[in-house]
């Protein structure tokens, strides 16, 4: 691992019209983390996480002239930080508040699989939110939300630290 000062980190800003900048975006945080921790594991769940939460932000933003913004940071080198941020559509905050709160609580083995039966069971509802289910099964995290008005922040933390 390389040592670096106490906090480092990169942010990335885009449209939600360039959909593809997601995929790019998860291959930066994939490659960020691989260099400077040297852990494939933690790359892949933060890097999967990345792409979880971007897609989301694309997906529910308020526009398609409202960047939407990654911020990743290595805190202390103990917390890799990511967050993601991005104005929401006003009729899909409460949503999104009820779908955070239903992944959030219980075991995160029998969230991700009650999302996935409901979308089995009904697969033109739309609008699964999967992802934040999976992003907390798969990393073993806790899926920070934060609503300003109509800007939504997700936060995850991951602990480096053995």
Known sequence: MVELAAT???S???SPKLWSYVSSTRIMVASFCNMQLGNE???DKVSMTA????ENA??????????????FRILEGQTFVLEVRNRAQRDQLETLRSQHQEISQGDPL???LMKMQRIADNPQA???QLGLARIRYE??????MRIDDDVVTMRVEFPLAA
């Open 8 to 10: 480092y980190g990169v």
């Open 12 to 14: 990335v800003s885009f």
């Open 41 to 43: 594991d933690i790359a």
């Open 51 to 54: 792409q979880e939460l971007l």
């Open 58 to 71: 694309v997906k529910y933003s308020a526009s398609q002239e409202d960047n939407v913004s990654l911020d």
């Open 110 to 112: 029998m969230a991700y």
């Open 126 to 128: 739309g609008g699964s």
């Open 139 to 144: 990393t073993g995290c806790n899926l920070d």
